[in-house]
């Protein structure tokens, strides 16, 4: 109760679990203090949660910011040489080697490629990666080990050290194994469950689906996809980062939110035709509800 009071959640659910208090609970680990989460959940004292919960909120805040300064640091070495490769694999001094891993994943949901994040210091390295589906990156290291000091994970996700000296010789060897998987071949997929039309989507229809309710890895959030709908507002939020539109289909309108979308911003135009691919969820705000789609993907219409 504590850290969800401190986290301002109000609803219980699997997104307040995933965005609100998994990340708090972690960040203290991230950034060696675990001991604190573990307090949290063994004290039978509210006053003492409630400085503990202070606090976590306090470490995932400089969690946060961390991870955007390497994410840009990373997203400026990528745009300045390594976006045509077939595996980004970075390595910098001073990077935080408990948030690289989260970097990683940003930077292969973003890029769709595998990713290799690798935090130097002195003459040693760690790092961690994540991959997408169909390619292992587990098996692509273990063919590559001549360079690696130790390693360990699965197909998708990796952990790693290695000597700084060597970085480059690792970094040929994965590219080479991406290369030789035709790895430039595979193409993200988005598995809609169903097509439906804004005339189908109400306040009911949309909190019917927390019936479904936990949403996860083993039960993920049903997409829809939406077609031919004008757009009738676009623009970037938060300094470009986020897309925010708001789309009509014959009378009916609804808005819509694209997380780490911001960069589609300058590729549509008010008036445009577009299909878009997304969740149904309840945006609350000043005590009135109103259905919002949360973006996956978006395409002009053909």
């Not at 910011?65 to 001094?93: P, S």
């Not at 891993?101 to 490629?113: A, P, R, W």
């Not at 595998?114 to 169909?134: F, T």
């Not at 009911?204 to 077609?227: D, T, V, Y």
């Amino acid at each position: 109760r504590a850290l969800l009071q401190a986290a301002g959640c109000k609803n219980i659910d699997s997104t307040t679990i995933s965005f609100g208090i998994a990340p708090r609970v972690n960040a203290c680990g991230r950034l060696g203090y675990e001991q604190e989460a573990l307090n949290l959940f063994l004290t039978d004292n509210i006053v003492q949660a409630q400085e503990i919960a202070k606090r976590l909120n306090k470490y995932n805040y400089d969690r946060q910011q961390t991870e955007v300064k390497i994410f840009n640091e990373a997203i400026t070495m990528i745009e300045n040489g390594e976006k045509d490769k077939n595996c980004i694999i970075l390595g910098k001094e001073n990077w935080h080697h408990g948030i690289i891993g989260i970097v990683s994943s940003k930077v292969t949901e973003m890029y769709y490629k595998p990713s290799i994040l690798i935090c130097l210091e002195g003459d040693m390295g760690k790092g961690s990666g994540r991959s997408v589906p169909g390619f292992d990156l587990y098996n692509a290291l273990s063919k590559c080990n001549n360079y690696i000091e130790k390693f360990g994970g699965h197909s998708m996700a990796i952990g790693i050290s290695i000597k700084k000296e060597n970085f480059e010789k690792l970094k040929a060897e994965i590219e080479k194994c991406a290369e030789e998987s035709n790895i430039s071949d595979i193409m993200p997929i988005i598995n809609i469950d169903k097509r439906i039309n804004l005339k189908d989507i109400s306040i009911e229809e949309a909190k019917s689906l927390e019936l479904l309710e936990p949403f996860g890895e083993a039960n993920k959030m049903p997409i829809f996809l939406i077609q031919n709908l004008k757009i009738d507002s676009i623009r970037a939020l938060s300094d470009g980062k986020h897309l925010k539109l708001t789309l009509k289909q014959d009378n009916y309108i609804i808005d819509a939110i694209g997380f780490n979308m911001g960069k589609l911003v300058n590729d549509f135009l008010l008036g445009d035709r577009v299909d878009v691919v997304g969740s149904l969820e309840i945006n609350k705000f000043n005590g009135r509800e109103t259905v919002q789609i949360n973006l996956k993907d978006m395409r002009k219409s053909y």
